[in-house]
Nanobody
Framework: VQLQASGGGLVQAGGSLRVSCAAS????????VGWFRQAPGKEREYVSAITSSGGIAYYADSVKGRFTISRDNAKNTVYLQMNSLKVEDTAVYYC????????????????WGRGTLVTVSS
């Protein structure tokens, strides 16, 4: 499975941005997807995850209420809508996929895309 994250950019604090994760596989609907991020000088951390059907979403406490994960299996794409962005949301955002249920631990995801950089200015 090949994943490609896109949509990153520069946004002011309080603004919004949507990043996307496009998958190459025809069986994308059988994969749970997670978003992770890595800020400069920090370890990569879990952000959000969604079940293969899109029926259930999970969020880290730091983004709950501000970020929304969704997916369109017909387009083999998962989205992360980020609202009320904060400077501390600045990071490279990565999407990852795994068969079965979603997870919050990056080691549980065998497939990773290259990240997309999100920069939030004050």
């Amino acid at each position: 499975v090949q994943l490609q994250a896109s949509g990153g950019g520069l946004v002011q604090a309080g603004g919004s941005l949507r990043v996307s994760c496009a998958a190459s596989t025809r069986t994308f609907s059988t994969y749970a997807v997670g978003w992770f991020r890595q800020a400069p000088g920090k370890e990569r951390e879990y952000v959000s995850a969604i079940t293969s059907s899109g029926g259930i979403a999970y969020y880290a406490d730091s983004v709950k209420g501000r970020f929304t994960i969704s997916r369109d299996n017909a387009k083999n794409t998962v989205y992360l809508q980020m609202n009320s962005l904060k400077v501390e949301d600045t990071a490279v955002y990565y999407c990852a996929a795994r068969r079965g249920g979603p997870a919050t631990i990056e080691g549980s995801f065998p497939y990773w895309g290259r990240g997309t950089l999100v920069t939030v200015s004050s």
